[in-house]
T-cell receptor, first 110, second 113 residues
Framework: SQQGEEDPQALSIQEGENATMNCSYKTSINNLQWYRQNSGRGLVHLILIRSNEREKHSGRLRVTLDTSKKSSSLLITASRAADTASYFCATDDSSYKLIFGSGTRLLVRP | NAGVTQTPKFQVLKTGQSMTLQCAQDMNHEYMSWYRQDPGMGLRLIHYSVGAGITDQGEVPNGYNVSRSTTEDFPLRLLSAAPSQTSVYFC????????????FGQGTRLTVV
């Protein structure tokens, strides 16, 4: 079964707005990662947050992690049309298996 | 530096045929893995390898074989293709294990008729 589940499944916003995606997972983790996938392409790593971290920033990305609630959120600020993609969270159920959620499809309208 | 290279990009097979999807990385990564992606289901782990000579099963291993004779290559074999194996297949590698950033290939779109 999938470890991470993203919410919402799809999100449509206007350029310049912020986009927030959430991820919930089931078991204890070492860290949580977020990836982006443009249509028809492979996944690209965005950010990794360790289980002992609560918040991490990278450019316009902000990730939070709440291990007590087994949840994480990805915030993209000042969105651009180029941010249109699917976003996935991924967690490790051990050091050997990286398990992905089903993703959030983000559409940023110009 | 090519990263992770998958071949072929597209493939059509008839039911019962076998084939090998190739994956090679030039980053000297120890950990490699194969995923399949179906609409609305995200990525599911098929097999993974923590180093040359070592492989193990993921979430959906049935119908697939892997081997890891070198650090660079991690081929995925479909033994007897079935329509249920129609999917997009992604190979990924990371420096040491699943806890580090994964680098993905561009994918192989496989159709089994």
């Amino acid at each position: 079964s999938q470890q991470g589940e993203e919410d919402p499944q799809a999100l449509s916003i206007q350029e310049g707005e912020n986009a927030t995606m959430n991820c919930s997972y089931k078991t204890s983790i070492n860290n949580l990662q977020w990836y982006r996938q443009n249509s028809g392409r492979g996944l690209v790593h965005l950010i990794l947050i360790r289980s002992n971290e609560r918040e991490k920033h990278s450019g316009r990305l902000r990730v939070t992690l709440d291990t007590s609630k087994k949840s994480s959120s990805l915030l993209i600020t000042a969105s651009r049309a180029a941010d249109t993609a699917s976003y996935f969270c991924a967690t490790d159920d051990s050091s050997y298996k990286l398990i992905f959620g089903s993703g959030t499809r983000l559409l940023v309208r110009p | 530096n090519a990263g992770v290279t998958q071949t072929p990009k597209f493939q059509v097979l008839k039911t019962g045929q076998s084939m090998t999807l190739q994956c090679a990385q030039d980053m000297n990564h120890e950990y490699m893995s194969w995923y399949r992606q179906d609409p609305g289901m995200g990525l599911r782990l098929i097999h993974y390898s923590v180093g040359a000579g070592i492989t193990d099963q993921g979430e959906v291993p049935n119908g697939y074989n892997v081997s890891r004779s070198t650090t660079e290559d991690f081929p995925l074999r479909l033994l007897s293709a079935a329509p249920s194996q129609t999917s997009v297949y992604f190979c990924a590698s990371s420096y040491r294990n699943a806890n580090t950033e994964a680098f993905f290939g561009q994918g192989t779109r496989l159709t089994v008729v």
